[in-house]
């Protein structure tokens, strides 16, 4: 799978840059509990997502990329990685729910491809990296506060050649975890009533300020299972 160990290298990179503190990596607003208005010339489109490991439950993977593109109309469209932070880690009343991640991502306006999202499972010695697929165009036409949906990802174990829930390399890791061996099951959903309450309860930055529905289309599984064919 050349996309998926391109995906992979992608990831360690970004981590990287992440500990040097590198600016390619997005922050995403209302990391600050003061009062915030929305940015000017640019627009924030709110979205959750949980994810869990069904198939291998020792790796539970924890979401640390957004990976966006923006079309500019260029051949190589350009890499927007936004970086999950902890103030957007709900984690629940119960100990065996996994944390549901409340993203925040700050676009100018423009065409984009909401990719996927990065995570990671560890449970020493073994840490396997994992891959959501979305895939979801994203026309950015006007500022202010959108609403894109609630991701739930479910990795379960892989049947004949569907798509990978991680790449292939390094072996034993991925296998252990359930990235090489399994694929995700994604679901789009709008919760937007329960998910715009607590988005306000984390973020008092947010305030009341309006906030509009822009979901994501559903979950394309077979355009999934072709993009990753073809790359």
Not at 202 to 216: K, N
Request: hydrophobic letters at 40%; a neutral charge; proline letters at 7%.
């Amino acid at each position: 799978d050349p996309r998926m160990q391109r995906l992979f290298a992608l990831l360690l990179v970004v981590i990287a840059s992440l500990l040097s503190g590198c600016a390619n990596v997005q922050r995403m607003p209302w990391e600050s509990d003061s009062a915030q208005v929305a940015p000017q010339k640019k627009a924030v489109y709110l979205m959750t997502a949980t994810i869990r490991n069904a198939y291998k439950e020792l790796y539970q993977p924890e979401l640390l990329l957004i990976h966006v593109f923006r079309d500019d109309g260029t051949a190589q469209p350009t890499e927007i990685p936004f970086q999950m932070d902890s103030k957007g880690i709900y984690k629940g009343e119960k100990g065996d729910q996994p944390p549901k991640y409340f993203i925040r991502l700050e676009l100018e306006p423009g065409m984009y491809t909401v990719r996927g999202m990065f995570a990671r499972g560890h449970s020493f010695p073994f840490a396997a990296h994992f891959f959501v697929p979305l895939h979801s165009p994203l026309k950015v036409e006007n500022v202010g506060i959108a609403y894109l949906g609630s991701v739930q990802a479910t990795v379960r174990e892989r049947v004949g050649e569907e798509f990978r829930a991680g790449a292939v390399i390094p072996l034993v890791d991925q296998a252990v975890g359930g990235a090489s061996t399994g694929t995700f099951d994604v679901v789009i959903a709008d919760r937007f009533d329960d998910d715009l309450a607590q988005f306000r309860k984390l973020f008092p930055g947010l305030g009341q300020q309006p906030v509009t529905r822009s979901m994501l289309p559903p979950f394309d599984r077979a355009k999934a299972q072709a993009w990753w064919q073809a790359n």
